[in-house]
């Protein structure tokens, strides 16, 4: 059974930076894409970061501040986020895609309806 457990939410001043964690169990990380979506208070899940063994992707809001990476021993995947504002503040989901769905316009998309697993989610609340 696939499970995503995330870790490393917390409150943050603006221009502050944070690391978020996603340990995954019941597959091998490497073989499948990974990625980070958030859900502001409000609004709809939209899509951060996502990561394959051909590329990462990002959304143009984060680019240029946040990291999305793999450590592939410890089956985690990882997101880097610096120069944090207010607006970044958001419940964050670990997201994975299965092998079928694992392609770069799927991935690149961000669309919510093609991820087959889901984190259960950590908050970031960025304060100014």
């Known amino acids: 059974q696939v499970q995503l457990v995330e870790s490393g939410g917390g409150s943050v001043q603006a221009g502050g930076s944070l690391t978020l964690s996603c340990r995954a169990s019941?597959?091998?990380?490497?073989?499948?894409?990974m990625g980070w979506f958030r859900q502001p208070p409000g609004k709809e899940r939209e899509g951060v970061a996502s990561?394959?063994?051909?590329?990462?992707y990002y959304a143009d809001s984060v680019k240029g501040r946040f990291t999305i990476s793999r450590d592939n021993p410890k089956n985690t995947l990882n997101l880097q986020m610096n120069s944090l504002k207010p607006e970044d503040t958001a419940l964050y989901y670990c997201?994975?895609?299965?092998?079928?769905?694992?392609?770069?316009?799927?991935?690149?998309?961000?669309?919510?309806?093609?991820?087959?697993?889901w984190g259960q989610g950590t908050q970031v609340t960025v304060s100014s």
């Open positions: 997201a994975a895609w299965a092998k079928g769905r694992c392609t770069p316009p799927s991935i690149r998309s961000f669309a919510t309806s093609d991820v087959n697993y």
């Open positions: 019941g597959y091998t990380l490497s073989s499948v894409c």
């Open positions: 990561i394959s063994n051909v590329g990462t």
